[in-house]
Nanobody
Framework: QVQLVESGGGLVQAGGSLRLSCAASGRTFSSYSMGWFRQVPGKEREFVAAVYWSGGSTYYADSVKGRFAISRDNAKNTVYLQMNSLEPEDTAIYYC????????????????WGQGTQVTVSS
């Protein structure tokens, strides 16, 4: 069982940066792949980024490649999403999720979800 709590969202101007954090409970955090997804009201939740349990392999949606970076600290049971060069199109609720699958880039592969954190990018 894994419980996830996101933080770090907020309002930022276009071109700015934010770092999201996701704190996980549970002793087996290091055995899970971790991912970030986002959702805009009225649209489907979409994959943003994922990181393998060791942190050695990462995966990104084409829309965020080169701007976002996912990382994890297994000693702190935390996964991060560094978001740079933010665009208004990045505005969404961002969700952290945990998966037993490798690689894990689809919603169906994730069994544990956080409550989400709002990111708003103004133009």
């Amino acid at each position: 069982q894994v419980q996830l709590v996101e933080s770090g969202g907020g309002l930022v101007q276009a071109g700015g940066s934010l770092r999201l954090s996701c704190a996980a409970s549970g002793r087996t955090f290091s055995s899970y792949s971790m991912g970030w997804f986002r959702q805009v009201p009225g649209k489907e939740r979409e994959f943003v980024a994922a990181v393998y349990w060791s942190g050695g392999s990462t995966y990104y949606a084409d829309s965020v490649k080169g701007r976002f970076a996912i990382s994890r600290d297994n000693a702190k049971n935390t996964v991060y999403l560094q978001m740079n060069s933010l665009e208004p199109e990045d505005t969404a609720i961002y969700y952290c999720a945990a998966s037993r699958s490798v690689p894990a880039t689809t919603i169906e592969q994730y069994g544990y979800w956080g409550q989400g954190t709002q990111v708003t990018v103004s133009s």
